[in-house]
């Protein structure tokens, strides 16, 4: 196992208790930050060559499978455009570049890869599949989930499993999982009351499933359940991680249970911890212009995204950081982050501390792009219009008051922007409140308010007020 909190010399609830600590250091830095039209910070783009030979990795105490710090997350997959598709409606999976990226994420050490019969509209486990096939068996580790959202019977369930091991071109499962389960009602209905729990165990018995594990977007009730009372002795859990989730609690506005909580139950019953959303669906790639400067204060030459992978990786209970990586610059800069990890330094996580108070201040819809509410049955582009949203106003170009000195330009781009990223066929005015999107929703996002807000907003745009 490679470095970790303890290697450098720093304690592990020292380093707990001070990712979890205030951030009175930076309170005159957000005051004099607070309020300006701060200039964005340009992307960080790496130079020089990726290492080949210097990943991290973590060993899985159940098994001493030998995992890759870095986890290939395939939820979203690179697409094909309207011009190169050969359906010539556009959205397709881009096979060629698919199998480039896997291609180049395993010849620099990356050997563990995940998916779900959910992502990419269904398309990615068959197109993640191909491009695994063309490597040896033993060059991987494959994960994928029992997602049964929408088919709970039986007979559907075992249906999504044998078609997942036949779309993924493999007889048995690394690590395999209950998808997204945050409440007992809902894990009775998918898993219990239809045999699949059972169905499952004996999987695992079988040594078709190497690890059973479950996904959680939830309550705290139900992860004590999960991890006391269930009865099952569970090989991992996939939790939701990232410097922002870290201590923010549901008595702040959020519906997951903080994230230090869960990491600190999972250490303490050995069980190895999977990480999503390290990147808060790209919000922590992209955060607002007050958290940008303190990043570029501390390390100017960090890309944004390597602070948020820096921050997983560091906790020594961690055995993989998935990341959903459509584009080689994504991956590269992934790759450097974790070849090798360096963990965080004290003053590095009091910066973090720090990031994290400006994004409460900053009241961001908390959407992260995972595309569970989708499709809506109206058109709306759900993601696409909280996205555009949370851009603007982590850049600043947020039209708020008609006295501001930059009204006139904000409002502009944000318009503007608006109609260039979601079609008006799709936006917020089209939605009808019907709900069928919220149960959907791991973040638990009430969408159709946060719809309705965002089309007042803009008609108070659109009529200059």
């Not at 139950?265 to 911890?273: D, G, H, I, N, T």
């Not at 109609?419 to 939605?431: E, F, G, I, M």
Request: proline share 5%; hydrophobic share 35%.
């Amino acid at each position: 196992m490679n470095s970790s909190p303890q290697s450098d010399g720093l304690d592990r609830r020292q380093f707990l208790n001070k990712l979890g600590g205030g951030a009175l250091a930076f309170s005159a830095f957000l005051a004099a930050c607070k309020g300006k039209q701060a200039a964005q910070a340009p992307s960080h783009k790496p130079a020089g060559d990726v290492p080949t030979d210097r990943m991290t990795y973590r060993i899985n105490p159940k098994t001493g499978d030998k995992v890759s710090l870095l986890g290939y997350g395939a939820m979203r997959l690179p697409r094909l455009s309207k011009e190169h598709s050969p359906s010539g409606k556009g959205n397709e999976i881009d096979q060629e570049e698919t199998n480039r990226l896997i291609d180049y994420a395993i010849a620099h050490g990356v050997n563990y890869f995940d998916t779900s019969p959910r992502y990419c509209e269904g398309l990615s486990e068959a197109a993640l599949g191909i491009a695994l096939s063309r490597h040896p068996r033993d060059k991987f580790f494959v994960s994928t989930k029992l997602s049964n959202q929408t088919e709970p019977s039986q007979e559907a369930s075992l249906a999504i499993y044998r078609r997942s091991m036949e779309l993924l071109k493999v007889d048995t499962f690394d690590y395999y999982m209950i998808h997204a389960v945050g409440d007992f009602a809902t894990y009775k209905k998918r898993y219990l009351d239809n045999g699949m729990l059972d169905f499952m165990l004996k999987e695992r018995e079988a040594g078709r499933i190497r690890n059973l594990g479950w996904s959680f977007h939830g309550k705290k009730e139900f992860f004590d359940y999960m991890m006391f009372e269930s009865g099952v002795k569970w090989d991992f859990v996939l939790i939701q991680l990232n410097y922002f989730d870290w201590d923010i609690t549901q008595d702040k506005g959020r519906s997951n249970v903080d994230a230090r909580y869960q990491y600190e139950v999972l250490e303490k019953l050995k069980v190895p911890a999977l990480i999503m959303e390290p990147l808060l669906g790209g919000r922590l790639a992209s955060p607002n212009h007050v958290a940008q400067a303190l990043m570029k204060q501390t390390n100017p030459d960090a890309s944004f995204a390597s602070w948020a992978f820096r921050f997983a990786g560091s906790f020594p209970d961690v055995l993989t950081v998935l990341s959903g990586m459509s584009y080689m610059e994504h991956l590269q800069d992934n790759l450097r982050t974790y070849s090798p990890l360096v963990p965080l330094s004290d003053k590095e996580q009091q910066m973090l501390v720090g990031v994290a108070k400006t994004m409460l201040e900053f009241k961001n819809i908390n959407c992260t792009n995972c595309q569970y509410c989708m499709p809506c049955p109206y058109g709306v582009n759900i993601p696409g219009l909280f996205m555009h949203y949370n851009k603007c106003l982590n850049e600043g170009n947020f039209p708020s008051q008609a006295q501001d000195q930059n009204y006139r330009q904000a409002r502009q781009a944000f318009l503007l922007g608006m109609d260039r990223s979601v079609p008006k066929l799709r936006q917020a005015n089209h939605c009808i409140g019907c709900g069928k999107c919220v149960p959907a929703c791991p973040q638990g996002i009430a969408i159709p308010r946060e719809l309705r807000k965002i089309d007042q907003f803009v008609e108070q745009l659109k009529r200059n007020r």
